[in-house]
């Protein structure tokens, strides 16, 4: 009796444990860890993880490439089942399309997926240069590594994030190929659905292994050398040796392809596989894959944006089905179809990536609604205020506002349910004001005005209690240093029994392991863009001008009149590195007569949501703007973005691009940058840019320029080389010297039309580590 007790307390108490677990911030862990203690401990884990799987992934895919020229110098058709029979004839029990097949089944496991695109490999020592050499040499497809998708089949591959290995080749985009069956590209490795495949994946390994398919330790010589090495075995003799190629440690054992040959010693790899025949698998391959790409999925072209559902074939109710159709807003896109059977109808928590401008809001909103819903029909209770059901937190002002202007748009036929915003900018007071007059069950927040309201003991403490369903947008960003702190003392005022949703067009790998903090360990991971797609739009041309500093000034209002002339309804976004450096760029186009606008965090709350608003109803407007307006921004139809200088990161560069090409439309990105930044370009080679050339301006043009920036106070051009320097000294690359970075920021203080460098505060200088470098001046 006693010990029934006490086993049923501990399993409570397990469970309490456990259920503390699974949503954000508990204060006991097993072991009696302590929350920090615990998360390190998981990223060693997933660190000594991933470390395992790079070099599974790499013994991969040597032996694919060698399965293929092997294939390719016997004249093999992976295609045909007629060659596979002849292939199998000549390479004993397995054809290299099975070979690579069982390899690419034993390399399912969990956590794998997004390990598929490191930089490494046999084709890529092929490569010579950048994609953006490439491209400039002709951009021919034949450098392009194959997408190992096409030739094993569809099993868990989908969903497969992606930084950098399978590159631009968006004719691998094969995202749609098993639509039929699920419609969309997901997998959990811990979701039922990744259960059932990896049951599958068992089964055919047991299979194997009762066949004796994996008695591979009796082959080899030393277990602990990896098989992708050459065995030497007996038999050396007159410089004269066998050697025994077998597949990678992720090969067959003994039904792995093996070849004894009798060879020179010093015969090299490329002797046996000429680089030649690699190049031309890979033609081959690429070819299939742009026939492939044109294909029709559900009647939607492949590289669509929507899933070929409609929304009156989901669980949407009928009063939102009505905003929408009012809306005219009929079939869903991939996300939309993809979160609402994973995340509303199997109520999974889940990390969703999907290009910019897809309609994730759309995708998150949709669920939300349906969870008050499905809160209010059960609830019994009458709230004179309601609790808040759904919290949407989001980086900036500009896109709560947006979000919530299309929450309320959804929410068009529905009574009683309410949606509000908590953002910096407005009063405090006003803010509780509103909360208590006009209450809601869908919250929309950036951070930190959040947690003024939960750190000032306002009852949203206690509103929050109820919570069915919590929001990340733009998860990368919220879940990055900068922010994280606000999010994870945020979570640790929510129920731990919720549903939480990550999105982003983008999610690095740190992300992926940092997500862990706030959805369940059995989360989906749902990645619509597929593995070896790029993340940005094939409709978007991108291209790259290289000039010098000094010139970008010049240059930019040339590109615009350029752009203006050659574009009827033009509507274009100029991104600057800062706020004063946006507010000097738009004062020289304003001079210049253009017809502009800018939004930076400088400027007051009202005059942004004014410039905002005008924007996106406007056409034939400029705006330039800082990263305030780089993410979730849904300006439409906007023909041209420029980003002047390095964004921050990869992720900046494509949020930024992806505020033209929305809802599946074209649009232009140019990066504009400095020989000095070129560095960051390796960054993005493996997305589409073309080089441009150096455009020559005419003096007259060049004088308008000057005369334009000479009529500039010079306050704004004091501020923005302050500025300048300030991002600059937080870029690593360019921060870590101290003396060029000081050079560099003189010659732009030049170029804007200042005769010397302005003072530094001594003690912005100390803190900035530029006290005592030659050309700062100091503030006496
Ligand atoms: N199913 C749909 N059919 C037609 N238009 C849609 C659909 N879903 C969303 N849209 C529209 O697409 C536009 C872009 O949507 P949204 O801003 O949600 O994109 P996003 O994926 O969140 O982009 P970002 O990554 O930049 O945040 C919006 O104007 C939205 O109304």
Redesign the pocket.
């Known amino acids: 009796m006693y010990s029934t007790m006490l086993r049923e307390r501990s399993g409570s108490i397990w469970s309490l444990i456990l259920s503390r677990n699974m949503g954000g911030g508990p204060r006991t862990f097993p072991g009696g860890l302590n929350k920090w203690q615990w998360k390190r401990m998981h990223e060693k884990k997933a660190r000594e993880k991933e470390n395992k799987l790079l070099d599974q992934e790499k013994q991969l895919y040597e032996a694919r490439i060698r399965s293929e020229i092997r294939a390719k110098m016997l004249g093999g058709n992976h295609d045909s089942n007629e060659n596979t029979a002849k292939s199998n004839q000549s390479h004993g029990p397995l054809s290299p399309q099975e070979h690579i097949k069982s390899l690419a089944d034993r390399f399912m496991k969990a956590g794998a997926e997004d390990l598929w695109n490191e930089d490494d490999g046999p084709v890529k020592k092929t490569n010579q240069g950048s994609r953006l050499n490439r491209v400039g040499n002709g951009g021919s497809r034949s450098n392009s590594p194959i997408d190992v998708r096409s030739l094993v089949g569809r099993r868990g591959f989908s969903s497969m994030s992606h930084r950098g290995r399978f590159k631009r080749n968006e004719s691998s985009c094969d995202e749609g190929e098993d639509f039929d069956s699920k419609k969309f590209d997901t997998l959990s490795p811990f979701s039922p659905g990744f259960a059932g495949k990896k049951e599958k994946v068992k089964s055919v390994s047991n299979v194997m292994r009762n066949k004796g398919l994996f008695g591979r330790r009796k082959f080899r010589k030393n277990d602990s050398s990896t098989e992708e090495d050459s065995e030497e075995e007996d038999g050396k003799m007159n410089g004269w040796m066998d050697v025994r190629r077998t597949g990678s440690s992720a090969s067959l054992g003994n039904h792995d392809f093996k070849l004894i040959k009798r060879v020179q010693r010093n015969v090299t790899d490329e002797d046996l596989y000429p680089p030649l025949d690699i190049n031309g698998v890979r033609d081959d391959l690429s070819k299939r894959k742009s026939v492939e790409n044109v294909m029709e999925v559900n009647g939607e072209p492949r590289d669509s944006?929507?899933s070929g559902r409609r929304?009156d074939e989901s669980s949407v109710s009928p009063l939102t089905l009505k905003a929408?159709s009012a809306?005219?807003?009929?079939?869903?896109?991939r996300?939309?179809d993809a979160t609402l059977s994973e995340c509303f109808e199997a109520g999974q928590d889940a990390l969703v990536k999907?290009?910019?401008?897809?309609?994730?809001?759309?995708?998150f909103?949709l669920p939300a609604i349906e969870t008050v819903l499905k809160a209010m029909a059960s609830s019994n209770g009458v709230h004179r205020v309601p609790p808040i059901l759904v919290l949407i937190l989001c980086p900036t002002r500009e896109?709560a506002s947006?979000?919530a202007a299309?929450g309320k748009a959804l929410l068009k036929y529905h009574d009683g349910i309410g949606v509000q915003t908590l953002i910096g900018g407005t009063r405090f007071k006003l803010d509780q004001q509103r909360l208590q007059s006009d209450p809601c069950q869908i919250l929309i927040a950036t951070p930190g005005r959040l947690l003024d309201h939960i750190e000032n003991k306002s009852n949203i403490t206690s509103r929050l209690m109820a919570l069915k369903l919590f929001v990340v947008?733009?998860a990368d960003l919220l879940l990055d240093l900068g922010f994280r702190r606000d999010v994870e003392k945020i979570i640790d005022c929510l129920p731990r029994q919720r549903q939480s949703l990550l999105?982003?067009?983008t999610i690095p790998k740190e992300v992926r392991r940092v997500s862990q903090l706030v959805l369940k360990r059995d989360h989906s991971y749902i990645d619509t863009i597929g593995l070896g797609c790029v993340e940005t739009h094939d409709k978007v041309k991108q291209s790259c001008l290289v000039a010098p500093h000094e010139s970008h000034f010049h240059l930019v209002p040339h590109l615009l009149k350029e752009h203006i002339n050659n574009t009827a309804d033009y509507k274009i976004i100029v991104f600057c590195s800062t706020g004063m450096v946006t507010s000097l760029m738009y004062t020289l186009l304003r001079e210049m007569k253009l017809n502009v606008r800018e939004i930076h965090a400088r400027k007051p709350q009202l005059h942004r949501t004014r410039v905002s608003d005008e924007f996106k109803e406007s056409k034939r407007l400029i705006l330039v703007t800082s990263d305030v307006s780089a993410?979730?921004?849904?300006y439409?139809d906007v023909t041209l973005v420029i980003q002047v200088g390095i964004p921050s990161d990869r992720e900046q560069y494509i949020?930024r691009l992806?505020?033209t090409g929305?809802?599946g439309k074209g649009g232009k990105g140019l990066l504009l940058i400095a020989p000095w930044e070129r560095y960051f370009l390796d960054e993005l080679k493996d997305l589409p840019i073309e080089p441009i050339q150096v455009p020559d301006l005419d003096s007259r043009f060049k004088l308008e320029v000057d005369q334009s920036m000479g009529k500039i106070d010079t306050s704004i051009k004091e501020a923005a080389y302050h500025a300048w320097l300030g991002y600059y000294n937080s870029v690593r690359e360019t921060g870590r010297d101290k003396t060029t970075l000081a050079e560099l920021a003189n010659r732009f203080c030049y170029s804007i039309g200042l005769e010397k460098p302005p003072p530094l505060f001594r003690k912005t200088a100390v803190k900035m580590g530029l006290k005592g470098i030659s050309g700062i001046p100091i503030r006496k």
């Open positions: 944006i929507y929304f929408l809306s005219g807003i009929v079939k869903m896109t996300v939309q999907a290009k910019t401008g897809t309609g994730k809001s759309m995708a909103l896109l947006q979000i299309e947008d733009e999105f982003s067009a993410r979730g921004m849904n439409p949020h992806g505020r929305r809802e």
